[in-house]
């Protein structure tokens, strides 16, 4: 037998436990290894906060193929000519912290092998993967739209070039147009988005002196976002110019005809100078196809990391996650991102983890200096992602408040932008 003297038992047990604190993937590799698609609020947001506070301790990259990201919050404030398109567009700063930036799409998952592969054919090899891209739009959902239609009767719900083509048809309305917003169902990126467009798109008419053009809302919804706020804005800034009509007043949207600008319902067959189709919307592909979404086509999670409920390697976030009961939007996206850093670098090197705690905001322009919010605080409870507390702007509010909450809109993107991209 072998005598075990104290300090041979100290310097084992020391090994031990280090063995045990130590994660197993940092045991024999240089640095682990964190691979994100793509680069929005979420998945960038991820980047460089793991890159950042691992102090270089974990080797992180970024597959985005965009070099310069146009946020699709605050689009609609360009449509209605309260930013310019330079102020929405970012570039991405974050090899600052040793990000490395891999300008391609990714093309497949092989969640086996644990590799990304990309557009060119060549792979990256990860312990741990985010997935975080947004969302795809269901051009089928809606009977005689399709991807090409989208050219006549743009989305704009993806920010870029159709952003910018929904302006152009925008300010080429002459007085007496006639504007149809096919809004989408739930569940959807941003949910009083929308609403907001419309009163963005009626504050351009009401500049230019219109006063017979009408935007008319065809809605599968019966309730939105934001409803009595917005309804109320409406009435106060553009009244007699918003008709928001719910199933039980069209009978339901039965097709769009791009050639001859129709959309159709069961009632009525409305003649439009511009059409701007939202339709369903699902997680991004390469989630859908790497088998993280379920029948609904978007990623269940784990509430308490964001963690993919199909893999333990992988956390799915931002628009293409089941969040419970927070909304799609940025500030979602931001808040959830801090989660997944820290679960990434706490399974990665060991650092002390916190619980999740999340929060959302979402401001709406009206109009000049009016402004409204809705948000809350949500935490993992039951299984999900659920409210502990939430707030809302009132109706009937003084111009100070919306005016107040204007400024507060505009520093928080000065402020989100810098957290995601700078």
Not at 167 to 179: H, N, P, S, V, Y
Not at 362 to 368: F, L, M, P, R
Request: charged residues 25%; aromatic residues 8%; positive net charge.
């Amino acid at each position: 037998m072998i005598a075990v003297t104290r300090r041979v038992f100290s310097v084992a047990s020391l090994a031990g436990v280090a063995a045990v604190a130590f994660p197993a993937v940092l045991r024999g590799q240089a640095k682990p290894r964190l691979v994100v698609i793509g680069g929005g609020p979420a998945g960038a947001t991820v980047a460089k906060y793991v890159a950042k506070d691992s102090n270089g301790a974990i080797d992180v990259t970024l597959v985005e193929p965009l070099a310069k990201f146009v946020t699709c919050f605050h689009s609609n404030l360009y449509l209605g000519d309260f930013r310019s398109w330079d102020s929405i567009a970012h570039d991405y700063k974050l090899d600052a912290y040793g990000v490395k930036h891999v300008r391609q799409a990714a093309s497949a998952i092989d969640r086996d092998k644990k590799q990304v592969r990309l557009a060119d054919g060549s792979t990256l090899d990860y312990d741990r993967l985010v997935v975080a891209p947004g969302i795809d739009l269901a051009f089928d959902s809606v009977p005689g739209w399709s991807e090409e239609a989208a050219e006549v009767m743009p989305h704009a719900w993806k920010p870029g070039p159709q952003t910018q083509l929904l302006k152009t048809r925008l300010d080429a309305l002459q007085d007496g147009a006639t504007i149809v917003m096919v809004a989408p169902p739930n569940p959807y990126r941003c949910p009083p988005g929308p609403y907001e467009r419309v009163s963005c798109m009626a504050a351009v008419l009401k500049k230019k002196g219109h006063s017979k053009s009408r935007i008319v809302v065809v809605d599968p919804k019966d309730r939105f976002s934001k409803m009595a706020l917005f309804q109320e804005g409406w009435q106060a800034h553009y009244p007699g110019m918003v008709e928001w009509m719910d199933p039980k007043m069209h009978g339901g949207l039965k097709s769009v005809d791009p050639k001859t600008g129709t959309v159709v319902t069961d009632l009525e067959t409305i003649k439009a100078d511009l059409v701007n189709v939202i339709p369903k919307q699902m997680a991004g592909k390469i989630a859908r196809d790497a088998g993280l979404a379920n029948g609904t086509g978007y990623c269940p999670i784990d509430p308490a990391t964001m963690k993919s409920a199909q893999d333990p390697n992988i956390f799915v976030l931002g628009d293409a996650a089941i969040a419970g009961a927070m909304p799609k939007s940025a500030f979602s996206a931001n808040s959830q991102a801090k989660v997944v850093a820290l679960a990434v670098r706490g399974e990665l090197t060991g650092s002390r983890v916190f619980p999740a705690r999340y929060a959302n905001t979402c401001w709406s322009v009206i109009a000049v200096d009016d402004t409204v919010k809705i948000g809350g605080r949500y935490e993992p409870k039951d299984g999900a992602i659920a409210e502990v507390e939430g707030f809302v702007s009132k109706t009937g509010e003084d111009k100070d408040v919306r005016r107040q909450t204007s400024e507060e809109n505009m520093g928080w993107y000065k402020g989100i932008v810098a957290d995601i991209f700078a």
